[in-house]
């Protein structure tokens, strides 16, 4: 006891003067702490990054954001919900899950709910594929998936893009081996905007082997106005290893509170369940979710997407007319295949207070963002071209 009395004051007294700075916190006699042991493929990932803030008086053109603010019907829901953010949310989302399998005709067990399309992409990616197994995609094409993957402990398999930016499913498909567990298909591609059609899609799946989950990643498929696109809810019940995932975060404006589904065989959707973070769909989110399905709440919220892309279609007769060479657009954005001069054209467009995604050499993708933000972006291209 008398050893411990005379030694915890020297210990506190040793602390205040690395507090006040008369001794060194680590001197030369007490060694180095050992660096924590982590997987070296993670730390070198870089983690994903949003866009930078806009100017004050700029767009933000970066995220593929709904620029209008929530329905008030929406909006109220969401409040309503927040009101019971104390208790937990329902793990399962099992409203919402009812209401989307009434939709699209399938059981509740084949509707599964995340924080997001590209959340349940990780799920699916975690239950098919590990070290040693391939995932397939296109590329250029939305950058979280190759962060995915190396999560996964897999390799990633990029296919190159066509001339045109769109998917090439032939060779995805000739890059499928023994080692592939998933391939990912991106319809319109992000950040290129080009769509999958359905005649590509169905050559493709009768060459993947049947063993192979298929990812069709459709957030954006609202905005499709080009009827020789892929459906994926035309496709649900035909393919055992077809899974397709839509979200809330494009045309229904609930990027914030991060709510998407996936549709698809039971067995899959069971063994993404068992890689799920228990209860990351929040109560707020799945409220939202069943305000915006609502009739006429999605009325208004298709409406916009429709206005969307009508004023998508406008963009880019306009670009091509100023000479700039933008491929087929179907997502909410314009993709500009700028390759060495993206970084150049991106600081332009930002000093002139437009904030647009750059992949440095290979393009810029552009939001189709408030009806303002379209004169300044084409008077802005009209002077890089």
């Not at 991060?258 to 549709?263: D, K, N, S, W």
Request: proline fraction near 8%; include cysteine; hydrophobic fraction near 45%.
């Amino acid at each position: 006891m008398t050893f411990r009395r005379k030694r915890i004051p020297q210990l506190w007294q040793r602390g205040a003067r690395e507090r006040r700075g008369t001794v060194d916190a680590v001197t030369a006699s007490e060694p180095t702490p050992p660096q924590v042991r982590l997987r070296p493929e993670i730390a070198a990932l870089p983690p994903y990054r949003q866009g930078r803030p806009a100017p004050a008086d700029g767009f933000k053109l970066s995220s593929n954001e709904n620029p209008w603010p929530p329905v008030e019907a929406v909006a109220s829901a969401i409040a309503a919900a927040a009101t019971e953010v104390h208790r937990y949310p329902d793990a399962t989302a099992l409203t919402l899950r009812e209401r989307l399998a009434e939709r699209y005709g399938v059981s509740v067990d084949e509707v599964l709910v995340g924080a997001g399309s590209v959340s349940l992409i990780a799920q699916f990616v975690l239950a098919a594929a590990g070290p040693g197994d391939e995932v397939v995609y296109s590329w250029r094409s939305f950058e979280a998936y190759p962060g995915l993957v190396t999560v996964a402990g897999a390799t990633s398999v990029q296919v190159p893009n066509r001339p045109d930016h769109g998917h090439d499913l032939d060779a995805m498909a000739d890059a499928v081996t023994d080692r592939t567990r998933v391939v990912i298909v991106c319809s319109p591609n992000n950040p290129t905007g080009v769509p999958v059609t359905a005649d590509e899609f169905e050559r493709f799946m009768a060459r993947v082997p049947a063993d192979r989950l298929v990812l069709l990643d459709e957030a954006y498929a609202e905005f499709v106005r080009d009827e020789a696109s892929v459906d994926g809810s035309s496709l649900i019940g035909r393919y055992p290893n077809l899974v397709v995932l839509r979200t809330f975060s494009k045309a229904y404006g609930l990027a914030g509170v991060r709510v998407g589904y996936a549709i698809g065989p039971v067995p899959i959707l069971d063994a993404a369940r068992a890689t799920a973070i228990p209860l990351g769909v929040t109560a707020v989110a799945t409220a939202g979710a069943l305000a915006a399905l609502e009739p006429a709440n999605e009325e208004e919220l298709l409406g916009r997407v429709d206005a969307l892309a009508e004023r998508r279609d406008a963009l880019r007769d306009a670009l091509i007319a100023q000479g700039w060479e933008i491929p087929v657009a179907q997502g909410n954005f314009v993709w500009l295949p700028t390759g060495d001069r993206t970084m150049e054209v991106a600081e332009a467009l930002f000093d002139g207070g437009i904030v647009a995604r750059a992949f440095p050499g290979d393009g810029i993708r552009v939001s189709v963002g408030e009806r303002e933000s379209v004169d300044v972006l084409l008077r802005l291209l009209g002077e890089l071209v």
